[in-house]
């Protein structure tokens, strides 16, 4: 069953699944897709294009599927994919891609609390925790597991590695590479996310490759390059290990130092 709140106004050309709970105060527009069990809790607005999947909780005062603020954008049709489980607390803003065709994508099991912000062309991974006033800008890349501190924005362009964690009022506007601390303003890496890597079950190998890739990388006197073909030399076993050096090779606007 679809439950909708008297004073909510739900586009006839929305598609809400069984299950949907739509709250008080809630505006849905057209080509907007939600899927079953997704909840807004009230005062929640979601604008398509939009794919929303299953088992959402949208907390009040979400604007989900605005236009991009980027001002190149001129009312061309732009998209939101957001998947499964995630939850967006108070204010939380998400808008669409900027060029007729892009889209911003959100995937599962995802915290984003309050007044966190995806712009638009991002992509975002699963099991990720945006603190509250934590900000993207356009064409961000977050991998899954990867953690942003409360009041901390993100350049356009940059990448978040996988189960990386960015303190509280940090400044990035480079790449912060997979498994590492990110801090400060300008920000430095401080260390590699080793509380977090055993929370998740990794391996005693796994960190031990990691700590002597953070050294080789932060603590040594070779260049990024040097330090690559010495960790690849050396080191390159494990599969993160391998993650991060193909993260670096791939990195457009350098990484964090």
């Not at 527009?29 to 398509?48: K, N, Q, S, W, Y």
């Not at 997979?178 to 190998?205: C, H, K, S, T, W």
């Not at 690559?228 to 457009?252: N, T, Y």
């Amino acid at each position: 069953m679809i439950t909708v709140h008297p004073s909510s106004v739900v586009d006839p050309a929305a598609m809400l699944h069984p299950g949907v709970e739509v709250g008080p105060f809630c505006h849905i527009g057209p080509d907007v897709e939600i899927g079953t069990g997704t909840r807004l809790i009230g005062h929640a607005t979601v604008f398509g294009p939009t794919r929303i999947g299953e088992g959402n909780v949208f907390y009040p005062y979400c604007s989900i599927g605005q236009r991009s603020q980027d001002l190149k954008y001129e009312v061309e049709p732009t998209y939101l994919e957001i998947g499964d489980n995630n939850s967006f607390r108070e204010f939380c803003t998400v808008n669409r891609g900027t060029l007729p065709g892009t889209k911003t994508v959100i995937g599962s099991h995802g915290n984003f609390l309050a007044y966190s912000h995806v712009a638009h062309d991002c992509v975002v991974g699963d099991h990720v925790i945006f603190s509250n006033n934590g900000t993207i800008a356009g064409h961000v890349i977050v991998e899954d597991h990867a953690i942003i501190g409360g009041l901390s924005g993100v350049h356009q362009f940059c990448r978040l590695g996988r189960h990386s964690i960015i303190g509280g009022c940090t400044k990035i506007v480079q790449d912060v590479p997979p498994y590492m601390i990110a801090d400060g303003n300008p920000a430095e890496i401080r260390g590699i996310n080793q509380v977090g890597l055993e929370r998740r079950g990794f391996p005693a190998e796994a960190t031990r490759a990691l700590r002597e890739a953070y050294r080789l990388l932060y603590r040594s006197n070779l260049n990024v390059k040097q330090a690559c073909e010495k960790i690849r030399e050396e080191h390159a076993g494990p599969d993160v290990v391998a993650h991060v050096l193909d993260f670096i090779a791939a990195s457009q606007r350098g990484i964090v130092r």
